[in-house]
């Protein structure tokens, strides 16, 4: 494992309480960009989570134009840091993801990473299928699900399609379908800072004010345990987008104009925290090492 192996905490502050946990595994949403050959600081955490030098890796490429080289960087950059398995499951096609082998390798895994790409790619490939069913049962049963960029964005209930960046938030950038669900009445951005995405976010909310607004820095990961604690890994931040009280003019604007919005909590945390989702809310923190 690199030097740099996990140094931010993957932690816990209070007691399993199995009348509000979503499930027992993490979700691991990546904003996109992460280290994978030198301080990799984000992919050691998934590792740690996975059972580290026995983690048994399965890797989703289907979001990617160039699948075999995802397939090649990851099983590289799992390699350096060391596991006990690398598997892949890909397909062009919901058909071709569906299988009774791809069903077989999900049982064994620990830990499950969908690469970057095309998330409405990956959504037409994987939901809805037997894969996506498995997933959810494998996160219930404690299996850490994660992706980077794309393979974030469908984790989430609300999956981000697309939509321009830009500080001002306008109709336009509120195109959102359906994803996974693994992480329930979320919408989750990423390349969230280097691509300027806090007016699609914010347009997103609007269009949907019922659920959190997540996004993810370059290099940065959401670790999001099952009683929907937040914890930050990595070398950037995490914004939370909060409109419980949100007010806009949605309804009445043309697709390009300039939204207005009112009411909105916003929130940026940062790896010396941790936020909790459901209760909207920072809590206290505990750092701790995890390593190999």
């Not at 090649?72 to 499951?89: K, L, P």
């Not at 043309?254 to 940026?268: A, F, K, N, R």
């Amino acid at each position: 494992m690199s030097t740099s192996a996990a140094s931010n905490a993957i932690v816990r502050t209070h007691a399993h309480d199995p009348r509000t946990t979503r499930s027992k595994g993490h979700i691991f949403a990546v904003g996109g960009a992460e280290e994978k050959f030198g301080d990799e600081e984000v992919l050691c955490a998934f590792v740690v989570l996975a059972g580290g030098t026995n983690a048994r890796i399965v890797l989703i490429p289907s979001a990617s134009s160039d699948p075999d080289d995802a397939i090649a960087t990851y099983r590289e950059a799992f390699g350096r840091i060391g596991i006990g398995s690398f598997q892949v499951i890909q397909g062009t096609s919901a058909d071709e993801m569906d299988t009774d082998e791809h069903i077989d390798i999900l049982s064994q895994a620990t830990g499950v990473f969908m690469s970057g790409g095309d998330q409405s790619t990956l959504a037409e490939r994987l939901c809805g299928t037997r894969v996506a069913a498995c997933l959810m049962e494998r996160n219930a049963e404690g299996v850490v699900v994660g992706g980077t960029s794309a393979g974030a964005a469908i984790l989430a209930s609300h999956m981000v399609e697309g939509g321009e960046g830009g500080a001002t938030p306008r109709r336009s950038m509120a195109t959102v379908g359906e994803g996974l669900g693994l992480l329930q009445n979320v919408i989750v951005d990423t390349h969230f800072g280097a691509r300027g995405r806090t007016g699609r976010l914010m347009a997103m909310h609007a269009a949907y004010p019922d659920v959190i607004a997540i996004g993810l820095d370059e290099d940065t990961a959401a670790v999001i345990d099952g009683d929907m604690i937040m914890q930050v890994v990595g070398s950037g931040a995490v914004t939370i987008v909060d409109g419980t009280s949100i007010r806009s003019d949605l309804d009445n604007c043309d697709e390009d104009e300039p939204l207005m919005i009112s009411g909105v909590e916003l929130h940026t945390v940062t790896r010396d925290y941790q936020f909790d989702i459901r209760g909207r809310r920072f809590v206290p923190a505990l750092r701790q090492t995890y390593t190999q």
